[in-house]
């Protein structure tokens, strides 16, 4: 049976928030890289991170190593685990989730992914924050999780950027949807672009909660 648009947000809704509360530590390795060819010049970086997190809101970073131009070392990757941190304070959670308050959804279509049927919303965010996106996603029929994202920023995360497109795959690990990569193009202002990838490997599901709802 073909749900309508707000059924497939419902049960979106109803299951992260289920497997937001059984997902109590996890574990994994990122590979973060970045090229970016343009005015002044060519830069390119790379920097491994072990992260740890811990229900409700903490993560740990540990960086393991970091290679190529201290500047995108410093304005871009720490500043992308930065962001991260403050995402997950709670007034910020509920104004950067997957829901009625913060998007309008509509139906897309229906695909058969490798992972499975999906059902393709289209989201419009309701505000204008760069904590939000605009796009597709596609939702698993299944277990109603978020498998895909096509999107662009609701409001440019920086003034030297003008164009940001991104793309972000997930893996089923232990019964929890986790990021497995995500791929960002970025026109910069000055004529140049840039190009940022963060692979997600070696995930651990350290704990989970007695009430765990992860299964369909």
Request: some cysteine; overall charge positive.
């Amino acid at each position: 049976m073909t749900l309508t648009s707000e059924q497939v947000v419902n049960k979106l809704v109803q299951r992260n928030l289920e497997r937001k509360q059984a997902l109590a530590a996890y574990q994994g390795t990122r590979i973060y890289r970045l090229e970016y060819h343009g005015f002044p010049g060519s830069r390119t970086a790379e920097m491994i991170v072990d992260v740890m997190y811990r229900s409700p809101g903490t993560k740990e970073f540990n960086i393991r190593s970091k290679t190529g131009s201290p500047l995108v070392i410093d304005r871009v990757f720490q500043r992308l685990l930065q962001s991260e941190k403050e995402a997950l304070a709670e007034e910020n959670q509920a104004r950067v989730a997957l829901n009625n308050d913060n998007y309008r959804f509509a139906l897309a279509g229906y695909e058969t992914m490798p992972t499975g049927p999906c059902y393709i919303l289209a989201v419009e965010p309701l505000t204008k924050s760069k904590l939000l996106y605009r796009g597709q996603i596609w939702v698993d029929a299944a277990d109603f999780a978020v498998v895909r994202i096509e999107a662009t920023p609701a409001k440019n995360p920086s003034f030297w950027t003008k164009e940001t497109k991104i793309e972000q795959v997930y893996a089923k690990v232990g019964g929890f949807w986790l990021p497995l990569f995500n791929r960002s193009s970025s026109a910069i202002r000055l004529g140049g672009h840039a190009y940022l990838t963060i692979d997600y490997q070696d995930y651990q599901i350290t704990t989970v909660s007695l009430a765990d709802n992860t299964t369909p």
